[in-house]
């Protein structure tokens, strides 16, 4: 038995790759013991500046509606949170929705899979003893162009793709056949594009660490792999998920 399949893990994804890389004490606690965090409010910006977009391509409704929509939203999803970061982050929804639309309208409507949901795309990765697939589902898909987009927002737009986003880049590019992978930055004041520059050389990374991530996988029980991992009781991924954490590791 693989170490995959001794914590019956049937596959993987960009994010739970960059997860492990980053912090491996919250994989254990939300892969093995099944703890998921608490979605921030960042990440809750993101998902509501998406779906506003989409649903003015789609030509489900104006921009203004739309826009009225991903706030009203956000706020129910943050009501209890409140201060001055949840008001930041909601101040970015309209200026991003509307920069967005901009850059993408040009491609006319993106295709959905039947169900009207993200297209699902699955990489095979092998390795010594294991076989593990790797999902994942893409934002925006255009055929006709010969395109996929994945939306990503941000307060500040990045020079270059970090190398988690490279991961995910190089993911997307190999399983979508010819299709042109481009990653979309919106800031509330600008929008930047970025294409992975080494999909081979990225993929290659990627076996390795799951590689590596299989064979700690194989010594031992979820007990006793949160002892072995080097715990960081600072990281941003605990915010609001200290039971959690306390819950794995007693602190």
């Not at 093995?32 to 998902?47: H, V």
């Not at 970025?194 to 993929?203: M, S």
Request: hydrophobic share 40%; net charge neutral; charged share 25%.
């Amino acid at each position: 038995m693989n170490g995959f399949e001794r914590h019956a893990i049937n596959h993987s994804s960009a994010s739970s790759i960059n997860l492990w890389q980053n912090a491996p004490d919250v994989f254990i606690a939300e892969k093995l013991f099944g703890l998921r965090g608490r979605m921030s409010p960042a990440a809750l910006r993101g998902i509501e500046i998406e779906k506003a977009i989409v649903r003015v391509l789609m030509r489900e409704c104006d921009i203004e509606t739309s826009i009225g929509m991903a706030i009203h939203s956000f706020n129910l999803q943050t009501a209890l949170q409140g201060g001055d970061k949840i008001d930041k982050e909601r101040e970015c929804i309209d200026p991003a929705v509307r920069i967005g639309v901009g850059e993408l309208s040009q491609y006319g409507k993106p295709e959905f899979a039947a169900d009207g949901k993200q297209n699902r795309i699955e990489l095979l990765c092998n390795g010594e003893g294991w076989s593990l697939p790797i999902v994942g589902y893409l934002d925006l898909v255009y055929p006709q162009h010969g395109l996929v987009v994945d939306i990503k927002t941000t307060l500040k737009a990045p020079t270059e793709m970090s190398d988690e986003h490279q991961r995910q880049a190089a993911i997307y590019r190999k399983a979508s056949g010819n299709s042109a992978v481009k990653f979309l930055y919106l800031t509330p004041k600008k929008a930047v594009w970025h294409e992975c520059a080494d999909v081979d050389g990225t993929l290659a990374e990627i076996k390795t660490i799951l590689t590596r991530q299989e064979h700690f996988l194989r010594q031992g029980s979820k007990e006793e792999l949160a002892k072995l991992v080097h715990f960081n009781r600072g990281a941003f991924y605990w915010n609001g998920n200290e039971e959690n954490r306390k819950a794995v590791y007693g602190i």
